[in-house]
């Protein structure tokens, strides 16, 4: 491989770095409208009236807009596929707010500051509600945060609002509680039964949520936005606003990150609503606190793990029941959910039952959704957890237990075809997985042996090692669909327009690797023009770890094509049949080398003088199957007895993700989602005043990891090769998140004997644990 | 009110309001390198040089740069294109919306250990650049690149 497994710089990287006016904010149309939200100061609340007379007749004001200017439809703001398996439980504006931060009112001004002014002027009375802000208290509490009785799901998704459930999804293969009974009966046997919490996080990513949009001179609504799906953007804001698809266009600018927060909709439908009723430019910035407050978070969640095994360590049942808390909105609740149990659970695929029952509950807080990870690293804490108390009660080395019951190649799990994304799955036979090896691999590089259970101690300070392994998805199988077009230009280079949306990853330049590696020329003859719905074909987005998996391939199948064209019209040039030549990425040659003519002299024949055509090729694939990357991670941390601090002081990860397209880019999205997971297991934790009000709303209060907080982190790439990816690839963007909070919790079990069941593992929280 | 300030080296008139932020007229005036993140000087995206030391532009009221001397990313970024190919082939700008204000801050730091006010090794260049967040790269294959372009062993 030539221009594959090969680390090239992003595309952008020059412009990036220089700091190029690239991004929403920077190319907004100087006379942009400035518009500003008014939001909810009550967790829960009805507007018993709202005035806007005098906002309106401030100077410099063009508009102000509440529930009773906008059109009453519901929507999901997910970003999702459609159908969508989210509910359809969200309105523009709402007569009822649910969340402190969720929208009472629009105002689009002249500048900044007239908008703020106007936002002061408005007079909301409030019929102030009871909230809901206790996940555990949720289900069937008397108030109720969806009353209204026009909000809906696409499908069966156990929508049962007036119960403030959002969704819920029950499975089981074997009779769990007939094996678990005989287990606990079993003096040859061990049963685990404990429960976990993990809390919400905040993605961070460092551009805030911005939107501009503005009509064409055809009359026609143009959206440029710092988005991770345009397709579904364009979708949903022509459902909503009632404009056809085919008035809409969107773009999607470079963005400055994501992590799942920019795959839902938030600004988007504010800016058009604002352009499409005033006919000018406008623009929604959103405030650092308002990206704590008012769009997404992690689902919290409470599990109850159950686990038998016998005493020799052969898993005989796993059972999860889980609490799942969606806060105001349903986005992401039963998916995010399902992906908890079917991205954690057939790593242990030997078992003779296996259960899931999950409730996801409506809360008053900010709405959780897609956040790396999506569901499966709160079931990787809770299970990998678990699986080391396991190994404690057996008496067996916790890498042992892994061993003993891991999947393997060749190997399934009935679990694939059972749960889906939001519905059945999609059965698979794992073709790639390296999981023992990176299980082995990673054992030795941390010494495992040498420091498992041996507790050494510096002062109060005491060193622990602990272990996860971990499994993720590439793309969503059957469901979620990536296209790319080529086509070559007359000095021999190509265009590539993929739908697929590169939110900072670099996939840009991934998915130009793979091209030129099909075509044979280099990755700096493939120009890439992505995520704009006028220009590109169409792509679900940039979500779910599909891009290299799912994109990858329809650009490996457009560029064979692109290759199979050339050659044909190659070999017509030169008077041959197209089995009679070969093309080697510039020239188009005669088998017996008695002829050729380049690619570029080829291209300017036809596009000038002779057969005149356009050399173009397409590819669309959907993946049917989602095959796992895998992860296994390994940590020493020190506890300090007197703090309670736990400083990580090694971090090893060994991972399988099939071949890395780009081994740089590959490294950093291993080593970025450590450290986002690290947070996650340490400190990192929204948090709510008793009243509901957001506290960490800022970049002081809600800490994220600072470089002085990076350990030695150590990430290796296993070779392996998954037959159905594009040159070998599976997904890299999730994988690495999963595993922090349970290794970590484990290594500091190690360290101090001390079980921290819920995240994150502050100093206090292990503190107080180890004074009782 | 008017103030003037000398920007990546030319001397600006400009009208601003006394309660403008730097940031805010820095981007106004088309030096779009300056981003906006976190609205609270906790991240670094906002990094300008002034007078050639580091500032959070969000934090500084424009009126009281008159006279001044400003220096963004813009205006460092032929000088810093070793920094620059050493940050891109570790790949890690990704999003890149921390990466301006980091390379003001790089640029200000290796002046610092040019002139023996930092000291050259890991430790010194991180606690340096602690203020700089980035939620992307986890920070390590930003330090590969950055040691490398100062040479720290």
């Not at chain 1, 609504?221 to 979708?235: D, E, G, Y």
Request: with cysteine; net charge negative; charged share 25%.
């Amino acid at each position: 491989m030539r221009e594959v497994k090969k680390s090239v710089p992003k595309k952008d990287s020059y412009g990036l770095i220089r700091g190029k006016p690239v991004y929403t904010d920077d190319i907004a149309p100087r006379d942009s409208l400035i518009v500003k939200v008014l939001r909810s100061p009550h967790a829960f609340a009805r507007i018993k009236s709202i005035d806007t007379s005098e906002a309106l007749t401030m100077s410099g004001v063009e508009l102000v807009l509440t529930y009773k200017d906008v059109p009453r439809k519901p929507i999901t703001r997910a970003g999702q596929g459609y159908p969508e398996p989210s509910p359809y439980d969200k309105f523009i504006l709402d007569e009822y707010v649910r969340y402190v931060g969720d929208e009472v009112a629009v105002v689009a001004a002249k500048d900044e500051r007239t908008a703020e002014e106007a936002l002061k002027k408005i007079k909301v009375e409030y019929d102030v509600l009871e909230p809901v802000l206790d996940f555990e208290k949720a289900e069937g509490n008397p108030s109720v945060i969806h009353p209204e009785d026009d909000i809906f799901p696409q499908f069966d998704i156990g929508f049962d609002p007036k119960r403030n459930i959002a969704a819920s999804y029950e499975m089981e293969i074997g009779d769990v509680d007939e094996i678990i009974k005989e287990c606990e009966e079993d003096p040859d046997c061990v049963v685990v039964k404990d429960r976990f919490y993990t809390q919400a996080q905040a993605h961070v990513m460092l551009e805030p949520h911005a939107s501009f949009a503005y009509i064409d001179m055809s009359g026609r609504l143009v959206i440029v936005t710092s988005t991770q799906t345009p397709f579904h953007v364009r979708r949903q804001v022509s459902m909503v606003l009632g404009i056809p698809i085919k008035d809409i266009r969107v773009i999607k600018p470079r963005i400055g990150g994501g992590f799942g927060g920019k795959q839902a909709l938030h600004g988007e439908l504010i800016v058009s609503l604002v352009t499409w009723k005033t006919k000018k430019p406008a623009k929604l910035v959103y405030t650092r606190r308002e990206v704590f407050e008012a769009t997404y978070t992690r689902h919290p969640s409470r599990f109850d793990v159950t686990l038998a095994a016998t005493k020799d360590g052969k898993l005989r049942a796993i059972a999860y029941d889980v609490l799942w808390d969606t806060g105001a909105y349903g986005e992401h609740a039963l998916t995010t959910l399902m992906v908890a149990g079917s991205k954690t659970l057939p790593m242990y695929n030997k078992v003779d039952g296996v259960r899931f029952r999950g409730k996801v509950v409506y809360t008053n807080h900010v709405p959780a959704g897609a956040y790396r990870g999506y569901g499966a690293i709160q079931g990787n804490f809770a299970l990998e957890s678990a699986m080391d108390i396991l190994a404690e009660k057996l008496g067996m080395d916790p890498v042992e237990l892994r061993l003993k019951n891991i999947i393997r190649e060749g190997e399934t799990s009935p679990i694939f075809k059972i749960m889906g994304e939001g519905r059945e799955g999609t059965d698979m036979i794992i073709k790639s997985c390296k999981l023992e090896q990176a299980i082995r691999r990673g054992a030795e590089i941390i010494n495992w042996e040498k420091k498992f259970r041996k507790r050494e101690k510096r002062g109060s300070k005491v060193k622990g090692v602990g272990m996860a392994i971990a499994m993720q998805g590439s793309g969503i199988a059957n469901i979620d669909m990536g296209s790319a077009i080529i086509k070559l230009n007359d000095d021999g280079s190509f265009n590539l327009l993929v739908g697929a949306t590169d939110l900072g990853t670099g996939s840009d330049t991934i998915l130009a690797q793979i091209a030129a590696e099909v075509l044979g020329v280099s990755t700096d003859d493939i120009i890439v023009y992505s995520s704009d719905t006028d220009l590109t074909p169409f792509d679900a987005g940039a979500y779910a770890s599909s891009t290299t998996y799912v994109s990858g391939n329809a650009v490996r199948i457009a560029a064979e094509k692109m290759k199979k064209l050339i050659i044909e019209e190659g070999a017509r040039k030169l008077g041959l049949g197209p089995e009679e030549v070969e093309f080697d990425g510039k020239v188009i040659r005669a088998k017996d080398g008695s002829k050729e003519v380049t690619l570029k002299e080829l291209a300017t024949v036809r596009y000038y003088t002779e057969d005149q055509k356009q050399l173009i090729a397409d590819g669309s694939f959907v993946g049917p199957e989602s095959p796992p990357p895998y992860a296994a991670t390994f940590v020493e941390v020190e506890v300090d007895t007197e703090t309670g601090k736990v400083d990580v002081l090694k971090y090893v990860s060994i991972l399988d993700i099939g071949t890395p397209i780009n081994p740089a880019l590959a490294r950093i999205q291993a080593e970025g989602g450590a450290v986002q997971g690290i947070g996650m297991a340490l400190y990192e934790d929204v948090k709510y005043s008793s009243s509901g009000k957001l506290l960490t709303n800022n970049l002081m209060y809600y800490k994220i990891p600072s470089r002085l907080d990076v350990p030695d982190i150590h990430v290796e790439f296993l070779e392996s090769y998954e037959p159905t990816g594009p040159f070998g690839a599976k997904s890299v963007a999730e994988i690495g998140i999963d595993t922090p909070p349970a290794a970590i919790a484990n290594a500091v079990y190690d360290a101090i004997g001390v079980r921290i069941k819920s995240l994150p593992l502050t100093p206090e929280k292990v503190f107080f644990a180890m004074k009782k | 009110m008017k103030i003037k300030v000398k920007v990546n080296g030319e001397w600006k008139e400009w009208e601003i309001d006394p309660s403008d932020y730097l940031l805010d007229v820095l981007r106004r005036e088309g030096y779009l390198s300056v981003k906006r993140a976190c609205d609270t000087g906790t991240c670094g995206a906002c990094t300008v040089l002034v007078d050639g030391f580091p500032a959070l532009s969000c934090s500084v009221l424009a009126a009281t740069m008159d006279g001044h001397e400003i220096t963004t990313a813009e205006g460092i970024a032929d000088e810093m294109e070793e920094y620059i190919k050493a940050l891109a082939s570790e790949g890690a700008e990704q999003c890149g919306f921390c990466s301006p204000g980091l390379m003001v801050m790089v640029y200000a730091l290796k002046k610092e250990i040019e002139n023996g006010k930092v000291e050259k090794n890991e430790e010194a260049v991180k606690r340096y650049l602690i203020g700089n967040l980035c939620r992307c790269s986890g920070y390590l294959g930003q330090q590969r690149a950055i040691f490398k372009f100062l040479g720290v062993k």
